[in-house]
């Protein structure tokens, strides 16, 4: 399996615009969550899907961003408008439903934003 | 989920043991103790998980105290690939239940030829 893979690995942008971040977890896997990193505040956890339904978005900082998953295989984060603290690297990862054997999240490798 | 506690920083030589400890005086009984470690400039990535028992696998293995209110990570013997951040993370896993990884600061570890 190729891992998780998101796209694209790096994104400059104005403040003001539209930026979309893609996910795609790995095959099977029925939970994938998104997470953003920066210096100050480390690894925080946006939001999840659960069989692709968003169970919980609570970590979402504001109405400028949305996630979405439309299928299995496919999911993205909005955000609209950018703004300059937006920067970050954005992760996305997957897992599968706990049962036998461990579900550990596998980590995409990150889309680091930039928002000038 | 409980809170974890870790050094910043730890440095340790090539090829000789390094142990990391974590802090965990508020875990609950259904708390699993879960390491993950995030290379430079990649995702992190799962490295050894435990509930009461020491545990071992390729990667490291897993000590944990007898009170569970303390764990370590020991990394037999540190190669350069394993300079990272090492995070300690208490997750729920009891019936099934999908708890949230909750990142704290992790430890530094740097790795000296």
């Known amino acids: 399996d190729a891992g998780v893979i998101q796209s694209p690995r790096h994104e400059v942008t104005e403040m003001g615009q539209e930026v979309t971040l893609r996910c795609k977890p790995i095959?099977?896997?029925?939970?994938l969550f998104w997470y953003r990193q920066t210096m100050m505040r480390g690894l925080e956890l946006l939001i999840y899907?659960?069989?692709?339904?968003?169970?919980?978005d609570s970590g979402m900082p504001e109405d400028r961003f949305s996630a979405k998953m439309p299928n299995a295989s496919f999911s993205t984060l909005k955000i609209q408008p950018s703004e300059p603290r937006d920067s970050a690297v954005y992760f996305c990862?997957?897992?599968?439903?706990?049962?036998?054997?461990?579900?550990?999240?596998?980590f995409g490798p990150g889309t680091r934003l930039t928002v000038l | 989920d409980a809170k974890t506690t870790q050094p910043n920083s730890m440095e340790s030589n090539e090829e000789e043991p390094v142990h990391l400890p974590c802090n965990h005086s508020?875990?609950?009984?259904?708390?699993?103790i879960h390491w993950y470690r995030q290379l430079p400039s990649q995702g992190p990535e799962y490295v050894i998980h435990?509930?009461?028992s020491n545990v071992n696998n390729r990667m490291a293995s897993l000590a944990i105290a007898e009170d569970r209110k303390s764990s370590t990570l020991i990394l037999h013997r540190a190669t350069l690939r394993d300079a990272a951040v090492y995070y300690c993370?208490?997750?729920?896993?009891?019936?099934?239940?999908?708890?949230?990884?909750?990142f704290g600061k992790g430890t530094k570890l740097s790795v000296k030829p």
């Open positions: 990862a997957s897992s599968s439903t706990p049962g036998q054997y461990y579900n550990e999240q596998f």
């Open positions: 095959s099977g896997h029925d939970y």
């Open positions: 899907f659960n069989n692709n339904v968003p169970i919980d």
């Open positions: 508020t875990i609950s009984g259904t708390d699993y």
């Open positions: 435990g509930l009461t």
């Open positions: 993370i208490l997750r729920d896993n009891y019936g099934g239940s999908q708890g949230n990884l909750i």
